[in-house]
């Protein structure tokens, strides 16, 4: 399994964008456009991550709360572990095995981030996905409210979108089976798709981000199917935070942002 992680820590320049790409995975990460104006920690708090294996990929986004460390915890504890076993043998694996799967990976990433947090007690939001080839789906998890977003030829629509379901990694939790009312896990098809975009709610944010999320990732994925040569996962990628510093400073109010992309289509 090959992987690569972007953590906040490590990119705290205002204005800059940050980029991985390997295949059709690629990570973006950037302080934001503009200081914060709201209490934090750390000047960049977000992290992103994938993960290429021989069966399939693993794309994943987490925003911290309090600190750098809950986000860079949590993620990868989950390459480490769940991530290696889904991308490589995810033989018989339905959406009900993946759901059980899932809550124990979030739980053990949960208590990662307790041990490792220490006396600041970070929390972090974390949205992630795999991809598997055999059959072509997207298997899908999240806490708090980062986005997972699926662009197709019927346009972009958010998958399993927070609501009321919010909450975070870093709590008091005695079983997986406790993380299950703040959890949202699920399976998508791939056919038609386009694009799977991750996103941290420095695109969103009110008063801070875009006032229409779902129509910047689709400008996005457009402006990569334009580009000529080189990665377009990575075009998209590093559009899409573009897109939200611009706002950020447009706002003159920033947030972090980390993207996760995966392109689907040539």
């Known amino acids: ?64 709360h309090g600190g750098f460390e809950a986000s860079e915890v949590a993620l990868e504890q989950l390459l480490a572990g769940a991530a290696a076993q889904w991308t490589e043998a995810p033989a018989g694996l339905d959406a009900e095995g993946f759901r059980r799967q899932a809550l124990a990976a979030l739980f053990d990433a949960n208590r990662a981030v307790r041990r490792e947090s220490g006396g600041r007690r970070s929390r972090t939001t974390i949205s992630f996905g795999v991809l598997l080839r055999d059959p072509p789906r997207l298997l899908h998890a999240a806490v708090g409210d980062s986005h997972l977003f699926l662009a197709g030829t019927a346009g972009v629509r958010e998958v399993a979108p927070a609501g009321e379901r919010t909450g975070f990694l870093g709590t008091k939790l005695e079983t997986p089976e406790a993380l299950a009312p703040l959890a949202r896990i699920g399976e998508e098809p791939l056919a038609g798709l386009r694009a799977v975009v991750l996103v941290t709610d420095g695109l969103s944010e009110e008063g801070v981000g875009v006032s229409d999320p779902a129509a910047a990732v689709a400008d996005a994925v457009r402006r990569a199917e334009r580009a000529r040569g080189g990665s377009k996962a990575l075009e998209l990628a590093r559009g899409l935070v573009e897109t939200a510093l611009a706002e950020h400073r447009r706002r003159r109010s920033g947030d972090n942002v980390a993207v996760a992309a995966a392109w689907l289509s040539e």
Request: charged letters at 25%.
């Open 1 to 64: 399994m090959r992987s690569a992680v972007l953590r906040g820590r490590e990119h705290a320049l205002l204005e800059a964008v940050d980029a991985v790409a390997e295949a059709n995975l690629a990570i973006a990460l950037s302080r934001g456009g503009a200081e914060k104006r709201y209490p934090h920690t750390e000047p960049n708090e977000d992290a992103a991550g994938f993960a290429l294996g021989a069966e399939g990929a693993f794309l994943a986004v987490a925003d911290g």
